[in-house]
């Protein structure tokens, strides 16, 4: 085993005093495993990124002591969760401790009065909502990542959930949550110093700089969250259209009903179309005249949502929405709770299958500029598939991110023949993330709604899109984390701690 | 009671050419059209029993996915047809 010179034995000895010998790992499977996330990356440098171990703490006390044994002897530490985020908040750059929060998946209470659970931040949405559901309860947040992904990421990485527009995305479901900070320090984080407030006016609001850091200003280990009555009725219309214009109409028109049980609409355009009629059954034998889908969600009870429905297929079918009809509408939304379990394959430029894995560039984008904003992202892959036939366009889909369709989770699919990557290919896509990040930023978006923005690429643009913003954000790391050890070599935070970083002063 | 035949498990029922690149052997179940699997991924053997224990599976599973969210699903056409009385 190589270790960071700083994780001599006696430090070594001082964690397994903490967690346990059993719970520090140090053999290869362990480290590897929680060296990269599902985004695709040059696997010939995968070594560049594997821990020197891993830690599995069992409560915020023991993730506490682990890190201040690492701010003490300087070693970087990374936070982990389910490892689902495609942005590499999780992949530890600068080797040192990975903390994975896993065994921290207790159920705490339910408190069916108050409307709220408490949990440790490694359990999952999906097995904590098999729980719920005994009660008549739901946890609605609802990341493409659902049945894999945990709490605790969903807080660092600030989740956008498919359901969001109903029920709100991550920041909105949290209620607070306990924080560990890179000195060791316990804070605890929500409005005012509530564990189950929902709106507070005092002080600082400080639970929206502890979420969505992707793992640099620590580590949550316990939160509240805010619960729901489990839906008693769902409904999940797909329509076809014969050309995106048209498509491009109805969503927006859904999106700005005002239907108190909408919970979202989906735009998938031509590119979109295109990839799912060769792989995907509900789509392999549409007609050719389908070159558009639109898909609308409700949520709620059984009168609430047919009286919201009527509505909802009505616009679609003025707009000259096709209903696809109820099996392969519900089927659809069933699949998109999980679509980390999609197999992954895509098409050489002759046609041919090849084993791919799927890098999304995702953005915040107004629905005015959505079909510019296609056009030019298209474009690029296009470019980039011309010189390396090793990428392939999977296609756009646009997503509203609130009940007023005022914004759009928008998103490329991207397939990527990962094991082909080379430093050249490699440093063309790095580019072509640069130039998808750059055409949101120019339409008036965010570099991104839902993954982050701190991978190779875009993170180059995040102090253009942020301004004065990101040289507090400077600041604030340098203040909470004044040896750099909490995930260091994320969001280009290192600057902050160059000599002549200056910072919002 | 159906009787296993080993051979009759690796005859799938002929292929139906559904588009450019998909087929059909069994009734809504696609599969990639295999002159298209030939250079990088080749395609897989399957027993006929397989195959349909897969798709079944799936369908199983996005059941399962309904109830978990929602006591009941909505149908859209039913919708659809009130909108037109």
């Given amino acids: ?505 | 009671m159906s009787t296993y035949r080993y051979s009759e498990q690796y005859r799938p029922p002929e292929a139906r050419q559904v588009t450019d690149v998909a087929i059909e052997r069994f009734a809504d179940i696609f599969e990639v059209d295999p002159k298209l699997m030939t250079a990088h991924v080749v395609q897989q053997v399957f027993p006929n029993w397989d195959t349909l224990r897969i798709v079944a599976s799936r369908h199983d599973h996005l059941d399962w996915m309904h109830r978990h969210w929602a006591e009941k699903v909505v149908s859209g056409q039913r919708l659809l047809d009130e909108l037109d009385d």
Avoid at chain 1, 46 to 74: C, F, K, M, Y
Avoid at chain 1, 194 to 216: A, P, W
Avoid at chain 1, 298 to 311: C, K, L, S, T
Avoid at chain 1, 439 to 460: F, K, M, N, P, W
Wanted: charged fraction near 25%; hydrophobic fraction near 40%; include cysteine.
């Fill in chain 1, 1 to 505: 085993m190589t270790i960071a010179p700083a994780l001599t034995e006696p430090v070594l000895d001082d964690l397994r005093q903490v967690v346990g010998g059993e719970h520090v790992l140090t053999d290869r499977a362990a480290r590897f495993n929680r060296a990269r996330v599902p985004a695709p990356f040059p696997v010939h440098r995968w070594s560049e990124r594997v821990p020197d171990l891993v830690v599995l703490p069992g409560s915020t006390e023991e993730v506490s002591e682990v890190v201040r044994i690492a701010n003490a002897h300087r070693i970087p530490i990374v936070p982990r969760d389910g490892g689902t985020g495609l942005t590499d908040g999780a992949v530890p750059l600068r080797h040192g401790i990975v903390v994975d929060v896993k065994r921290m998946n207790d159920i705490k209470e339910i408190d069916e009065v108050n409307r709220t659970c408490t949990v440790g931040t490694g359990i999952n949405m999906l097995k904590l909502n098999e729980v719920l559901g005994r009660y008549g309860l739901i946890y609605p947040d609802d990341p493409a990542s659902y049945p894999c992904s945990l709490v605790g990421g969903r807080i660092g990485t600030s989740g956008w959930s498919l359901i969001g527009s109903r029920y709100g995305h991550s920041r909105d479901l949290v209620l607070s949550f306990d924080f560990v900070l890179p000195t060791g320090r316990v804070i605890h984080v929500g409005d005012g110093a509530g564990r189950k407030l929902s709106k507070s006016s005092s002080g600082y609001q400080l639970k929206h700089l502890f979420m969505g850091h992707q793992g640099t200003l620590g580590i949550a280990t316990e939160a509240t969250l805010k619960l729901y009555p489990k839906p008693e009725a769902e409904l999940s219309p797909f329509f076809a259209f014969p050309d995106y214009d048209s498509a491009y109409r109805a969503v927006g028109e859904l999106a700005r009903a005002g239907i108190a049980t909408f919970a979202g609409a989906v735009l998938f355009d031509e590119w979109k179309v295109d990839y799912l009629r060769r792989d995907d059954e509900a789509y392999i034998p549409q007609p050719a005249d389908v070159r558009a889908l639109v898909c609308a969600v409700a949520y709620g009870y059984e009168d609430e949502v047919v009286a919201g429905g009527r509505r909802l297929m009505r616009i679609a079918r003025d707009n000259g929405g096709r209903y696809l009809g109820d099996e392969v509408s519900e089927g659809d939304w069933a699949a998109r709770h999980d679509r980390y379990a999609t197999p992954l394959h895509g098409r050489t430029l002759a046609g041919q299958v090849i084993p791919m894995s799927w890098h999304c560039e995702d953005a915040a984008i107004n629905y005015t500029n959505l079909p510019q904003v296609r056009l030019e992202w298209h474009e690029i892959v296009r470019r980039l598939r011309e010189r390396f036939d090793m990428f392939d366009d999977w296609g756009m889909f646009a997503y509203t991110s609130a009940d007023t369709g005022v914004d759009y989770l928008t998103e490329i699919d991207v397939g990527i023949w990962e094991q082909r990557l080379d430093d050249e290919s490699w440093a063309a896509w790095v580019q072509a993330k640069k130039d998808i990040a750059e055409v949101a930023l120019r339409y008036g978006g965010s570099i991104s709604a839902c993954h982050g923005s701190c991978r190779e690429g875009e993170v180059d643009l995040v102090p253009q899109e942020l301004g004065g913003g990101y040289d507090v954000m400077l600041d604030v790391k340098r203040a909470l984390d004044p040896n750099n050890i909490m995930n260091p070599g994320k969001y280009g935070l290192d600057r902050a701690y160059e000599p002549e970083a200056g910072g919002a002063r």
